[in-house]
Protein backbone atom coordinates (compact mmCIF):
# COMPACT_ATOMS: atom_id res chain seq x y z
CA UNK A 1 0.00 0.00 0.00
CA UNK A 2 1.03 3.81 -0.81
CA UNK A 3 2.18 5.81 1.66
CA UNK A 4 0.45 9.13 2.72
CA UNK A 5 2.53 12.12 1.43
CA UNK A 6 2.58 14.96 4.05
CA UNK A 7 3.07 17.34 1.66
CA UNK A 8 -0.36 16.88 -0.54
CA UNK A 9 -2.92 17.19 2.37
CA UNK A 10 -5.83 18.50 1.21
CA UNK A 11 -7.32 21.89 2.44
CA UNK A 12 -10.89 20.73 3.37
CA UNK A 13 -12.33 17.74 4.01
CA UNK A 14 -16.27 17.03 4.76
CA UNK A 15 -17.32 13.73 6.10
CA UNK A 16 -20.79 11.89 6.07
CA UNK A 17 -20.38 10.54 9.53
CA UNK A 18 -23.08 7.60 9.19
CA UNK A 19 -23.84 4.47 10.97
CA UNK A 20 -24.24 4.89 14.23
CA UNK A 21 -27.17 3.51 14.73
CA UNK A 22 -26.05 0.37 12.92
CA UNK A 23 -22.72 -0.05 15.01
CA UNK A 24 -24.82 0.13 18.47
CA UNK A 25 -27.42 -2.33 16.84
CA UNK A 26 -24.59 -5.35 16.14
CA UNK A 27 -24.21 -4.95 19.84
CA UNK A 28 -27.24 -4.69 20.89
CA UNK A 29 -27.26 -1.30 22.35
CA UNK A 30 -29.68 1.05 22.00
CA UNK A 31 -28.57 3.66 19.04
CA UNK A 32 -28.00 6.63 21.45
CA UNK A 33 -24.73 4.61 21.94
CA UNK A 34 -24.01 4.75 18.86
CA UNK A 35 -23.91 8.58 18.63
CA UNK A 36 -21.77 8.53 22.23
CA UNK A 37 -18.98 6.21 20.60
CA UNK A 38 -19.76 8.49 17.37
CA UNK A 39 -18.71 11.99 19.30
CA UNK A 40 -15.74 10.24 20.93
CA UNK A 41 -14.95 9.41 17.19
CA UNK A 42 -14.84 12.95 16.22
CA UNK A 43 -12.83 14.17 18.55
CA UNK A 44 -10.34 12.16 17.51
CA UNK A 45 -10.52 12.72 14.18
CA UNK A 46 -10.28 16.49 13.98
CA UNK A 47 -7.64 16.12 15.87
CA UNK A 48 -5.88 13.87 13.73
CA UNK A 49 -6.97 15.71 11.07
CA UNK A 50 -5.18 18.97 13.01
CA UNK A 51 -2.22 17.01 13.28
CA UNK A 52 -1.96 16.18 9.83
CA UNK A 53 -2.43 19.92 8.48
CA UNK A 54 -5.86 19.51 7.19
CA UNK A 55 -7.02 23.43 7.64
CA UNK A 56 -10.73 22.73 7.51
CA UNK A 57 -12.82 20.11 8.68
CA UNK A 58 -16.67 20.02 8.10
CA UNK A 59 -18.51 17.53 9.36
CA UNK A 60 -22.41 16.31 8.89
CA UNK A 61 -24.04 16.18 12.31
CA UNK A 62 -27.35 16.79 12.04
CA UNK A 63 -29.80 17.02 8.73
CA UNK A 64 -32.45 19.09 7.86
CA UNK A 65 -34.57 15.58 7.78
CA UNK A 66 -33.33 13.94 10.83
CA UNK A 67 -36.08 15.56 13.17
CA UNK A 68 -38.14 12.78 11.60
CA UNK A 69 -36.55 10.75 13.87
CA UNK A 70 -38.01 9.45 17.15
CA UNK A 71 -37.98 12.49 19.53
CA UNK A 72 -35.46 10.65 22.46
CA UNK A 73 -33.28 10.60 19.41
CA UNK A 74 -33.36 13.62 18.53
CA UNK A 75 -33.06 14.73 22.02
CA UNK A 76 -29.83 12.70 22.59
CA UNK A 77 -28.43 14.52 19.56
CA UNK A 78 -29.48 18.18 19.39
CA UNK A 79 -27.69 17.84 23.45
CA UNK A 80 -24.79 15.81 22.59
CA UNK A 81 -22.79 19.20 22.07
CA UNK A 82 -23.84 20.32 25.77
CA UNK A 83 -23.15 17.57 27.13
CA UNK A 84 -19.69 17.40 25.79
CA UNK A 85 -19.26 21.00 26.01
CA UNK A 86 -19.68 21.02 29.36
CA UNK A 87 -17.02 18.03 30.20
CA UNK A 88 -14.33 19.29 28.27
CA UNK A 89 -14.90 23.02 27.97
CA UNK A 90 -11.33 23.48 29.46
CA UNK A 91 -9.55 20.81 27.10
CA UNK A 92 -11.02 23.06 23.83
CA UNK A 93 -10.32 26.13 25.16
CA UNK A 94 -6.84 25.18 25.48
CA UNK A 95 -6.86 23.31 22.01
CA UNK A 96 -6.28 24.64 18.87
CA UNK A 97 -9.53 23.97 16.91
CA UNK A 98 -11.30 26.49 16.03
CA UNK A 99 -15.11 25.38 15.94
CA UNK A 100 -17.51 26.53 13.78
CA UNK A 101 -21.43 25.75 13.83
CA UNK A 102 -23.41 25.85 10.55
CA UNK A 103 -27.21 25.20 9.52
CA UNK A 104 -30.83 26.49 10.63
CA UNK A 105 -30.39 27.88 14.46
CA UNK A 106 -34.31 28.92 14.71
CA UNK A 107 -35.13 25.26 15.68
CA UNK A 108 -32.67 25.27 18.38
CA UNK A 109 -33.61 25.30 21.81
CA UNK A 110 -31.95 27.72 24.33
CA UNK A 111 -29.71 25.98 26.05
CA UNK A 112 -27.85 24.31 22.43
CA UNK A 113 -27.87 27.87 21.18
CA UNK A 114 -26.15 29.85 24.00
CA UNK A 115 -23.51 26.14 24.15
CA UNK A 116 -22.74 27.04 20.30
CA UNK A 117 -22.75 30.61 20.73
CA UNK A 118 -20.12 30.35 23.48
CA UNK A 119 -18.06 27.46 21.85
CA UNK A 120 -18.01 29.75 18.63
CA UNK A 121 -16.24 32.50 20.71
CA UNK A 122 -13.77 30.43 23.15
CA UNK A 123 -12.38 28.79 20.16
CA UNK A 124 -12.56 32.00 17.30
CA UNK A 125 -8.92 32.62 17.50
CA UNK A 126 -7.59 29.42 17.49
CA UNK A 127 -4.99 28.87 14.81
CA UNK A 128 -5.81 25.06 13.77
CA UNK A 129 -8.21 23.45 11.78
CA UNK A 130 -11.37 24.99 11.57
CA UNK A 131 -13.91 22.16 12.94
CA UNK A 132 -17.13 22.67 11.39
CA UNK A 133 -20.32 21.16 12.99
CA UNK A 134 -23.24 21.02 10.47
CA UNK A 135 -26.22 20.60 12.74
CA UNK A 136 -29.92 21.13 11.31
CA UNK A 137 -27.88 21.66 8.16
CA UNK A 138 -29.00 20.54 4.54
CA UNK A 139 -27.87 21.94 1.24
CA UNK A 140 -31.38 22.58 -0.31
CA UNK A 141 -32.46 24.54 2.95
CA UNK A 142 -29.25 27.07 2.45
CA UNK A 143 -29.32 27.60 -1.30
CA UNK A 144 -33.15 28.43 -1.11
CA UNK A 145 -32.07 31.04 1.88
CA UNK A 146 -28.82 32.37 -0.72
CA UNK A 147 -31.90 32.67 -3.21
CA UNK A 148 -34.28 34.74 -1.00
CA UNK A 149 -30.73 36.80 0.01
CA UNK A 150 -29.98 37.35 -3.44
CA UNK A 151 -33.48 38.34 -4.15
CA UNK A 152 -34.03 40.76 -1.31
CA UNK A 153 -30.44 42.35 -2.37
CA UNK A 154 -31.77 42.94 -5.82
CA UNK A 155 -35.54 44.39 -4.96
CA UNK A 156 -33.70 46.54 -2.78
CA UNK A 157 -31.71 47.92 -5.37
CA UNK A 158 -28.22 46.17 -3.69
CA UNK A 159 -27.42 44.12 -6.64
CA UNK A 160 -28.59 44.01 -10.55
CA UNK A 161 -29.52 40.91 -11.99
CA UNK A 162 -26.85 41.43 -14.79
CA UNK A 163 -24.22 41.05 -11.94
CA UNK A 164 -25.31 37.72 -10.33
CA UNK A 165 -22.62 34.75 -10.59
CA UNK A 166 -21.81 32.05 -9.39
CA UNK A 167 -19.57 34.07 -6.74
CA UNK A 168 -22.88 35.55 -5.50
CA UNK A 169 -24.24 31.98 -4.62
CA UNK A 170 -21.05 30.85 -3.06
CA UNK A 171 -20.85 34.36 -0.59
CA UNK A 172 -24.53 33.91 0.23
CA UNK A 173 -23.88 30.33 1.78
CA UNK A 174 -22.62 29.39 5.27
CA UNK A 175 -19.34 28.25 4.05
CA UNK A 176 -18.96 31.79 1.97
CA UNK A 177 -15.14 31.93 3.57
CA UNK A 178 -14.00 28.26 3.19
CA UNK A 179 -11.53 27.38 0.57
CA UNK A 180 -12.95 24.42 -1.77
CA UNK A 181 -14.27 21.61 -0.73
CA UNK A 182 -11.43 19.05 -1.78
CA UNK A 183 -12.46 15.64 -0.62
CA UNK A 184 -15.95 14.71 0.44
CA UNK A 185 -16.09 11.33 2.87
CA UNK A 186 -19.27 8.52 3.79
CA UNK A 187 -18.96 5.96 5.86
CA UNK A 188 -21.63 3.18 6.24
CA UNK A 189 -21.58 1.53 3.13
CA UNK A 190 -24.14 4.48 1.79
CA UNK A 191 -23.51 5.78 -1.57
CA UNK A 192 -25.53 9.05 -1.54
CA UNK A 193 -24.83 12.40 -0.50
CA UNK A 194 -28.18 13.06 1.68
CA UNK A 195 -28.44 16.93 1.22
CA UNK A 196 -24.79 17.69 2.15
CA UNK A 197 -22.92 20.34 0.65
CA UNK A 198 -24.37 20.50 -2.78
CA UNK A 199 -23.12 23.10 -4.63
CA UNK A 200 -19.55 23.13 -2.34
CA UNK A 201 -18.58 19.60 -4.13
CA UNK A 202 -19.02 20.61 -7.26
CA UNK A 203 -15.09 19.59 -8.33
CA UNK A 204 -14.61 17.74 -4.72
CA UNK A 205 -13.49 14.25 -4.88
CA UNK A 206 -15.77 11.14 -3.12
CA UNK A 207 -14.62 8.75 -1.04
CA UNK A 208 -17.15 5.64 0.26
CA UNK A 209 -15.88 3.41 3.17
CA UNK A 210 -18.26 0.77 4.61
CA UNK A 211 -16.88 1.02 8.17
CA UNK A 212 -19.53 2.33 10.59
CA UNK A 213 -18.39 6.18 11.82
CA UNK A 214 -17.72 4.48 14.96
CA UNK A 215 -15.09 2.51 13.78
CA UNK A 216 -13.51 4.88 11.30
CA UNK A 217 -10.04 5.78 13.05
CA UNK A 218 -7.14 7.51 12.17
CA UNK A 219 -6.14 4.40 10.11
CA UNK A 220 -8.77 4.87 8.32
CA UNK A 221 -8.56 8.56 7.08
CA UNK A 222 -4.71 8.04 6.43
CA UNK A 223 -6.39 5.03 3.59
CA UNK A 224 -9.03 8.03 2.24
CA UNK A 225 -6.20 10.48 2.09
CA UNK A 226 -4.22 8.09 0.39
CA UNK A 227 -6.49 7.25 -1.93
CA UNK A 228 -7.45 11.09 -2.83
CA UNK A 229 -3.83 11.67 -3.14
CA UNK A 230 -3.97 9.19 -6.33
CA UNK A 231 -6.90 10.78 -8.10
CA UNK A 232 -6.19 13.04 -10.87
CA UNK A 233 -7.84 16.14 -10.27
CA UNK A 234 -8.39 17.83 -13.68
CA UNK A 235 -11.61 20.40 -12.77
CA UNK A 236 -12.39 19.74 -16.67
CA UNK A 237 -9.85 20.66 -18.48
CA UNK A 238 -6.55 18.11 -19.20
CA UNK A 239 -2.98 18.16 -17.66
CA UNK A 240 -0.21 18.65 -19.68
CA UNK A 241 1.02 15.16 -20.91
CA UNK A 242 -2.63 14.29 -21.05
CA UNK A 243 -3.59 17.19 -24.08
CA UNK A 244 -1.81 15.48 -27.05
C1 LIG B 1 -25.16 9.02 11.73
O1 LIG B 1 -25.55 7.78 12.16
C2 LIG B 1 -25.52 10.13 12.68
C3 LIG B 1 -26.72 10.88 12.30
C4 LIG B 1 -27.35 10.80 11.17
C5 LIG B 1 -27.25 11.78 13.27
P1 LIG B 1 -27.01 7.23 11.95
O2 LIG B 1 -27.81 7.56 13.17
O3 LIG B 1 -27.60 7.67 10.67
O4 LIG B 1 -26.73 5.66 11.92
P2 LIG B 1 -27.38 4.60 10.97
O5 LIG B 1 -27.22 5.10 9.56
O6 LIG B 1 -28.81 4.47 11.38
O7 LIG B 1 -26.60 3.36 11.21
C1 LIG C 1 -27.00 11.83 6.79
O1 LIG C 1 -27.18 10.59 7.36
C2 LIG C 1 -27.07 12.88 7.85
C3 LIG C 1 -25.97 12.85 8.81
C4 LIG C 1 -24.92 12.07 8.78
C5 LIG C 1 -26.09 13.81 9.87
P1 LIG C 1 -28.61 9.89 7.41
O2 LIG C 1 -28.41 8.58 8.08
O3 LIG C 1 -29.61 10.81 7.98
O4 LIG C 1 -28.92 9.72 5.86
P2 LIG C 1 -29.91 8.76 5.09
O5 LIG C 1 -31.26 8.89 5.73
O6 LIG C 1 -29.38 7.37 5.25
O7 LIG C 1 -29.86 9.24 3.68
MG1 LIG D 1 -27.62 6.95 8.82
Not at 225 to 230: E, K, R, T, Y
Request: proline letters at 3%.
Amino acid sequence: MKELNLNAIPNHIAIILDGNGRWAKKRLQPRNIGHRKGAYNLRDIASECNKLGIKYLTVYCFSTENWKRPDEEVNYLMNTPIRYFKKYKSKIAQSSIRVKVIGRRDRFHKELLDTIIELEEITKDHQGITLTLCVDYGSQDEITTAVKQICSDVSKGKLKIEDINEATITNNLFTKDYPPLDLMIRTSGEYRISNYLLWQMAYSELYFTDVLWPDFNANELHKALIDFQGRNRRFGGLKKDESK
